[in-house]
């Protein structure tokens, strides 16, 4: 089945630690794709999207995210993090006539 | 500019009963759509339109129905409640037009949270 995969369920990290979260999909043809955030008791607001072209691309308050085609993968970084990224994240593709597909979601517990 | 909003944030259900959650988006946007979140799930697809008129089934669409009559207003049904439909429900309309508008991202309303007991 076609589907989304974020396989990092919980990171826990230290402040000023990199982080890194995985997100692969499985559809095939042309994507868009997205990284969310959720912050406790909030609705998903969007980091950063990808369409086409530069394949690195950055997003707000310092994160980015590479998009690799031969992978099917599009994983977030950001080489400081801060206690204020505490929340969680999801990855997202936009496949087949504007319908939205999500992965699971990584909860990032940032410690100060 | 509201954006996207739901109605009600919280309610609470017995068995059987049945709601509707209203969703309402003043961005103009062509395509609404409707998910659950359960935890460790992420976001499940329930139904989505893509205009007025024209709704279609998503990846969880059993127990819930909607309508889209206008532009502006996607409401939520569910019949029967069950304690399966407890869950955090959200709303989100995007646009696939091209334009100076088109973002072509998803917007999300604040989320609706709903017990059935």
Redesign the interface.
Known sequence: AQS?S?HN?HVILSEAASLELGCNYSYGGTV?L?W?VQYPG?????LL?Y?SGDPLVKGIKGFEAEFIKSKFSFNLRKPSVQWSDTAEY?C?V?HN?????????TKLNVKP | NAGVTQTPKFRILKIGQSMTLQCTQDMNHN?M?W?RQDP??????IY?S?GAGITDK?EVPNGYNVSRSTTEDFPLRLELAAPSQTSVY?C?S?S?RPGTAYT???F????SRLTVL
């Open positions: 989304v974020q369920h868009n997205f969310y909030q609705h998903l607001q969007l999207k369409f999801f997202a936009r006539f504007n319908k939205f597909y999500f992965g699971s979601g | 395509y759509y998910y460790g799930m992420g976001l499940k697809l989505y893509v998503g959200f989100a995007s696939n072509g991202e998803l999300f309303g604040e989320g």
